[in-house]
């Protein structure tokens, strides 16, 4: 069994910043993509950054230039260092990643920014 654990989050003032961590742990053969999802109340999910395992990445336009994705392959790790952060960013945010040729998400964690 494989497990996504999520650490970070809260709530931060407007311009602040925050850092997420993604740690995959279990009984790991091959971990491709990774990255991170957001949900806003009322809102779909979408996607806010992704990073494959050669470490290309794709951003939401949203987050672009604010928002950084990287990844620990040795330890199955993906991060998102999120900067210049605003109130519509908002979200409770999951990472996932594509382990094993499946896809696993770690809890949820709540990012409130404050105007």
């Known amino acids: 069994q494989v497990q996504l654990v999520v650490s970070g989050g809260g709530l931060v003032q407007a311009g602040g910043s925050l850092r997420l961590s993604c740690a995959a742990s279990?009984?790991?053969?091959?971990?491709?993509?990774m990255g991170w999802y957001r949900q806003a109340p009322g809102k779909q999910r979408e996607l806010v950054a992704a990073?494959?395992?050669?470490?290309?990445?794709n951003y939401a336009e949203s987050v672009k230039g604010r928002f950084t994705i990287s990844r620990d392959n040795a330890k199955n790790t993906v991060y998102l260092q999120m900067r210049s952060l605003k109130p519509e960013d908002t979200a409770v945010y999951y990472c996932?990643?594509?382990?094993?040729?499946?896809?696993?998400w770690g809890q949820g964690t709540q990012i409130t920014v404050s105007s």
């Open positions: 996932y990643g594509q382990i094993n040729d499946y896809n696993y």
């Open positions: 279990g009984r790991i053969f091959r971990n491709n993509d």
């Open positions: 990073i494959t395992r050669g470490r290309s990445t």
